[in-house]
């Protein structure tokens, strides 16, 4: 599942990310990174954007890019 399939609140472990190498490396630099831990803060209109908290770190990822982020949901 990707994190589009989690819900407001929800907190999950990242598996995997299916980016390209360059985004790939732009979210290793926010701390995204296999076994990471994810909370959902917010999603925008239609799921458009998610804004999730890492390490005490507020993140806003567009849908295409939180797509390609592959989770394990936590609890």
Do not use: P, W
Request: overall charge positive; glycine content about 6%.
């Amino acid at each position: 599942m990707s994190i589009l399939d989690l819900a407001q609140g929800d907190e999950a472990i990242i598996q995997k990310i299916t980016a390209n190498s360059e985004l790939k490396q732009r979210l290793y630099s926010f701390g995204l990174n296999k076994d990471a831990k994810i909370t959902i803060d917010h999603f925008g209109a239609r799921k458009s954007t998610v804004k999730i908290t890492i390490d005490r770190s507020c993140i806003a990822l567009r849908h295409d890019e939180a797509a390609q982020i592959l989770v394990e949901k936590v609890g």
